[in-house]
């Protein structure tokens, strides 16, 4: 069962958790089951953990130390037959030095811990990823998955995604109700990256240097084809 904390109204949080009985509060005509009663027997998911107040972070503390929760307005307690993942694109133990999260909860959410470098830091994922949100919606759309250009693919790749992959999902679903042809180039992409920047060269390398350079750049755009490379130069082979 996912709960995305931040969506949640502070003042609804409790009872949208751990649900509530028949006359706890104006407007129970009858008692509600919360999350933790549905995940019965399976998992709970914190999205977005840290947006979670102090005061509800000690009723989780509750839950996550004793195995057992209250239904709103009821004094029986419930057994929480379930196991919690949280997840949080905060600084979980920075917000902890600043008092804005309990450290005891803390620890009690990290008994194992996986950290997500965020999208520009993973490499050629960003490939695979493009690919199956690209399958995904034109599935959706009863299209033909469009084929990426070598180029657009580079410029995706040099983006530094803030949003990372939520910003990349949303783009790619852009792209395949935007896109009429069967290819997907660099204008077809959002203004930010139609320009993105390359790497600065350094000014500091000599001339040999910087030959031999665009001389490997040219062998690799022909696959060391050493004839067709000296042809582009204007060199012997």
């Known amino acids: 069962v996912p709960i995305h904390c931040g969506a949640i109204p502070e003042n609804l949080f409790e009872s949208e958790l751990f649900g509530y009985v028949k006359g706890a509060f104006t407007g129970a005509d009858q008692s509600r089951a919360g999350f933790f009663q549905s995940a019965e027997g399976g998992t709970v998911f914190l999205d977005e953990v840290s947006e979670i107040s102090l005061a509800l972070q000690v009723k989780l ?3 996550l130390q004793n195995k057992e929760f209250y239904m709103v307005g009821s004094s029986r307690p419930y057994l929480a037959n379930i196991r919690i993942v949280a997840a949080t694109n905060k600084d979980l133990l920075g917000l902890v030095k600043k008092g804005l999260f309990r450290e005891d909860l803390y ?13 520009k830091d993973r490499g050629d994922d960003i490939f695979l990823l493009i690919n199956y949100f690209s399958n995904k919606f034109s599935a959706e759309l009863g299209v033909e998955t469009p084929v990426f ?27 395949i109700v935007m896109t009429d042809g069967p290819n997907i180039t660099i204008p077809d992409l959002p203004a930010s990256m139609r320009f993105f920047s ?17 001389i490997i750049k040219v062998l690799n755009s022909v696959n060391n084809n050493k004839s067709k490379a000296a042809k582009i130069l204007g060199i012997d082979r």
Do not use: C, F
Request: proline letters at 5%; a neutral charge.
């Open 61 to 63: 503390l509750r839950v």
């Open 107 to 119: 620890y009690r959410l990290t008994v194992i811990s996986i950290n997500l470098p965020p999208l």
């Open 149 to 175: 250009t070598e180029e657009t693919l580079l410029a995706m790749k040099k983006h530094s995604w803030p949003g990372n992959i939520r910003e990349l999902e949303n783009i790619i679903q852009q792209l």
């Open 198 to 214: 390359k790497e600065k060269e350094s000014l500091n390398k000599s001339l040999a240097e910087v030959d031999t350079a665009y």
